[in-house]
């Protein structure tokens, strides 16, 4: 992960960005944002994410977190890599992805032409990474991330839209914000 900036300060809460290569609109598949879910549960139960504030859009995904114990760096490194692996895996045996076809050749070519991939890329190699080290940077970041959907114009309140910590049962634990 050799980006400009890096979630490496330990201890230090973070907004970062995950964005699907080519803003391909993956999570619009049920069985795609359930797989992403499962996903950083897992990290949140075995490698100390801690998330304050989320969103999953269509082809992006906002955190506010941190990690407990170690680099969020090296965390969203490995998440960016498992996940990738696994909704590939999932888009190609999709009887129900109408895009399969095209996105596999659109990931293939993505991977083709990046020095950290073999076969296919997923996710843009960047994250984004802004330390939010004062209360009111991470009051704007959280209250970006829960109007994100709101200025897509997919809901008309943050609290309506499903995959966000501002739904009140939003599918992901948050520790201590909300």
């Given at each position: 992960?050799?980006?400009?900036?890096?979630?490496?300060?330990?201890?230090?809460?973070?907004?970062?960005?995950?964005?699907?290569?080519?803003?391909?609109?993956?999570?619009?598949?049920?069985?795609?944002?359930?797989?992403?879910?499962?996903?950083?549960?897992?990290?949140?139960?075995?490698?100390?994410?801690?998330?304050?504030?989320?969103?999953?859009?269509?082809?992006?995904?906002?955190?506010?977190?941190r990690r407990r114990e170690g680099?969020?760096?090296?965390?969203?490194?490995?998440?960016?890599?498992?996940?990738?692996?696994?909704?590939?895996?999932?888009?190609?045996?999709?009887?129900?992805?109408?895009?399969?076809?095209?996105?596999?050749?659109?990931?293939?070519?993505?991977?083709?032409?990046?020095?950290?991939?073999?076969?296919?890329?997923?996710?843009?190699?960047?994250?984004h990474p802004t330390e939010l080290?004062?209360?009111?940077?991470?009051?704007?970041?959280?209250?970006?991330?829960?109007?994100?959907?709101?200025?897509?114009?997919?809901?008309?309140?943050?609290?309506?839209?499903?995959?966000?910590?501002?739904?009140?049962?939003?599918?992901?634990?948050?520790?201590?914000?909300?």
């Amino acid at each position: 992960m050799s980006e400009i900036r890096k979630a490496n300060v330990e201890g230090a809460t973070y907004f970062v960005t995950f964005t699907v290569v080519g803003w391909v609109d993956v999570f619009t598949r049920k069985e795609l944002a359930d797989e992403l879910v499962r996903n950083i549960r897992y990290c949140q139960e075995q490698k100390g994410l801690e998330l304050f504030a989320y969103v999953i859009m269509s082809n992006h995904v906002h955190f506010v977190s941190r990690r407990r114990e170690g680099l969020l760096s090296e965390l969203l490194r490995d998440f960016k890599s498992f996940t990738a692996k696994q909704l590939l895996h999932l888009i190609a045996a999709l009887p129900n992805e109408s895009r399969s076809e095209w996105m596999m050749r659109h990931f293939g070519h993505a991977g083709k032409t990046s020095a950290q991939n073999k076969n296919y890329a997923f996710w843009i190699k960047d994250s984004h990474p802004t330390e939010l080290y004062t209360q009111p940077v991470f009051d704007k970041k959280v209250n970006y991330i829960h109007m994100n959907p709101v200025m897509s114009g997919i809901v008309s309140k943050p609290e309506h839209y499903l995959l966000s910590s501002a739904h009140p049962d939003g599918p992901l634990d948050l520790n201590g914000y909300g």
